[in-house]
């Protein structure tokens, strides 16, 4: 069963252009959403992260977008640069709730490859 | 500050040797976390530490998998009997916990080949 949901697979932007990023989640229990950055050869870096009793953040030129009724949430990257392409994840988790689970639940990525 | 370090890096085992990965976690950070990354996919949850105790092991695919953290830092990982499927990037990544914050912090991984 995946519990989080992704997509694209993949996805080609323009320099400059705005990229997006979209997963969704089954179990309502999570209450932590982060979205992490990965590049070849290294570990996930968290960019950013939400939880569900606000719908937008803003950090720079990435926002995360959350819809809590249809379950989903979505990536946002503005004026996309070429150092941006790498893979994303997003990730979802309970940590906060009194018998919560910190393990993250991860989405399958997305391979983002931003051409000048 | 240092970031989370795994070692090795890189690790080539014959199917049916026994490997042990290390993971040095970010000083002070309570809570250690396991994951198994295959190639193209996301990274899956194996186990997690708070201090020395192992509070979830869930995620461990097999008992060829065992995992400790004896003094509550370092952390090892250890597979028994090689497999072919277990071929993967490990992944450990460490989190503080404390004043509400839950952001975990990955190290670079070590990536696993099983001949």
């Known amino acids: 069963q995946q519990q989080v949901k992704q997509s694209p697979q993949s996805l080609i932007v323009q320099k400059g252009g705005i990229s997006i990023i979209n997963c969704a989640y089954e179990n309502t229990a999570f209450d932590y959403f982060p979205w992490y950055q990965q590049f070849p050869g290294k570990g996930p870096a968290l960019l950013i992260a939400i939880r569900p009793d606000v719908s937008e953040k803003k950090e720079g030129r990435f926002t995360i977008s959350f819809n809590k009724s249809a379950k989903q949430f979505s990536l946002h990257i503005m004026d996309s640069q070429p150092g941006d392409s790498a893979t994303y994840f997003c990730?979802?988790?309970?940590?906060?709730?009194?018998?919560?689970?910190?393990?993250?639940?991860f989405g399958k990525g997305t391979k983002l490859s931003v051409i000048p | 500050g240092a970031g989370v370090s795994q070692s090795p890096r890189y690790k080539v085992a014959k199917r049916g040797q026994d490997v042990a990965l290390r993971c040095d976690p970010i000083s002070g950070h309570v809570s250690l976390f396991w994951y198994q990354q295959a190639l193209g996919q996301g990274p899956e949850f194996l186990t997690y530490?708070?201090?020395?105790?192992?509070?979830?092991k869930s995620g461990l695919p097999s008992d060829r998998f065992f995992a400790e953290r004896p003094e509550g830092s370092v952390s090892t990982l250890k597979i028994q009997r090689t497999q072919q499927e277990d071929s993967a990037v490990y992944l450990c990544?460490?989190?503080?916990?404390?004043?509400?914050?839950?952001?975990?912090?990955f190290g670079p991984g070590t990536r696993l080949t099983v001949t």
């Open positions: 990544a460490s989190s503080s916990t404390s004043g509400g914050t839950y952001e975990q912090y």
């Open positions: 530490f708070q201090n020395e105790a192992q509070l979830d």
């Open positions: 990730a979802a988790s309970n940590p906060y709730s009194g018998a919560g689970s910190y393990q993250l639940t």
